[in-house]
């Protein structure tokens, strides 16, 4: 039986990436991403200075406060314990950490806490819109409050001040400012790409202003609230041939985008469907056989070497999705690519339409392990992309 809240809940994609001051070995900014059924909570920490110490006191603020917030404590209690747990510059008299705290829950409700951070931008329908605030005073700290309710096509970004004093005294007098990076914002979130890819941009300018040497740590976060969008993928032919008709009717008759991965399967829907199948004769990549055309479908691969792959490289993105030459991997032109590019950046419902019959080829003992049962990797697939935060439903016939 499906579970309708979750179904409805909002599906949020997170992730970071940071640029390190030059001549640094370690980054003194610090994100705390915390992923549970409830939601997301993503803390940012920025470091007095830079390297060792920065890093170290960066990573204590962060993880103190996403361990505390996580587990409902209150917004006072937190700084209360950051304040007496770490040390005021004697020098600056100023605080040894900033912090951002930014909470989003399944049913869209926000809350938003920042203390001598730049502000936290959201960028809804492609337009920057401010937050109102509410000031308190804890500890001698002034943090100003949010509430909010986020939608789906929201994007919550979050940088350190080195992206805003990006350029500072070089490239601009004053440095990229907040304004002006929630202009640029505008762009990359207009055309909605995905949170790597926003975030790339942004790191791709601060680095273009910094010279290629950044003068400071460079962090941006983005939270991007996926619009909702279903994705059914058929593999395996039924156990029974007479439920072909049965499996085609029911695939189809679901919104959403439609895949098939394949050759049997493809060949099943193609005739159910009375439609032609192409079959590609471009092999962009030796190791994967190439994809295939029906009108209507809008992916059609071949199955076991394909998903396969599929899986490796959602693993990979949810090791680092912001990591070095991870989008680019996506925009390959082979099969899995493009699959991996559905389900990471467009899905946020997955429908398997799983065919229980047994596949000689993948039976035969002189096969890798890997190859010889299809339904183990549909279990893979199910497993990783409930990993990414998606809602999984498995049909078998």
């Known amino acids: 039986m499906t579970d309708k809240r979750t179904m409805d809940s909002l599906c949020v994609d997170a992730c970071y990436n940071s640029l390190i001051k030059n001549n640094e070995e370690l980054c003194g900014d610090r994100v705390q991403l915390v992923n549970s059924p409830e939601g997301t909570l993503l803390v940012l920490s920025d470091g007095l200075g830079s390297g060792v110490k920065a890093n170290i006191l960066s990573t204590l603020t962060s993880k103190i406060i996403s361990t505390m917030i996580s587990r409902g404590a209150s917004i006072e209690d937190t700084v209360d314990t950051i304040a007496h747990t770490l040390p005021v510059c004697k020098v600056r008299g100023i605080a040894y950490s900033t912090f951002m705290i930014l909470q989003i829950q399944k049913d869209g409700s926000g809350y938003l806490a920042e203390y001598d951070n730049p502000p936290c931008m959201l960028i809804r329908d492609g337009r920057h819109v401010p937050f109102e605030y509410e000031e308190k005073t804890i500890e001698g700290k002034l943090v100003r409050e949010s509430r909010f309710t986020a939608r789906e096509g929201d994007y919550f970004v979050i940088v ?139 992916l059609v691969t071949e199955g076991v070497m394909t998903l396969k792959r599929t899986i490796e490289m959602i693993r990979e993105y949810i090791d680092s999705p912001a990591g070095p030459g991870m989008t680019e991997e996506l925009d390959a032109a082979h099969g899995a690519a493009k699959l991996a590019k559905i389900l990471i950046e467009r899905c946020t419902i997955l429908k398997l339409f799983i065919g229980k019959a047994a596949n000689p080829a993948h039976q035969n003992p002189d096969f890798p392990t890997e190859l010889r049962v299809k339904s183990r990797l549909m279990d893979d697939l199910a497993e990783v992309m409930t990993m990414l935060g998606r809602h999984v439903e498995k049909n078998y016939y």
């Open 160 to 298: 350190s001040d080195g992206v805003t004093q990006a350029g500072m005294g070089e490239t601009l007098s004053f440095g990229w400012g907040c304004d002006e990076v929630a202009s640029f914002l505008c762009g990359p979130c207009g055309e909605k790409l995905s949170a790597p890819r926003v975030i790339s941009r942004v790191l791709d300018v601060a680095k273009d202003l910094y010279l290629g040497k950044p003068g400071d740590d460079t962090t941006v976060s983005v939270a991007h609230i996926l619009p909702r969008q279903q994705v059914n993928l058929f593999s395996g032919p039924p156990k029974n041939p007479a439920d072909d008709a049965r499996l085609v009717n029911d695939y189809m008759e679901e919104n959403g985008l439609h895949i098939v991965s394949g050759g049997t399967s493809s060949e099943i829907l193609a005739r159910e469907l009375k439609r032609p199948l192409h079959v590609s004769i471009d092999y962009t990549d030796s190791d994967l056989p190439p994809t295939a055309l029906i009108e209507g479908i809008d």
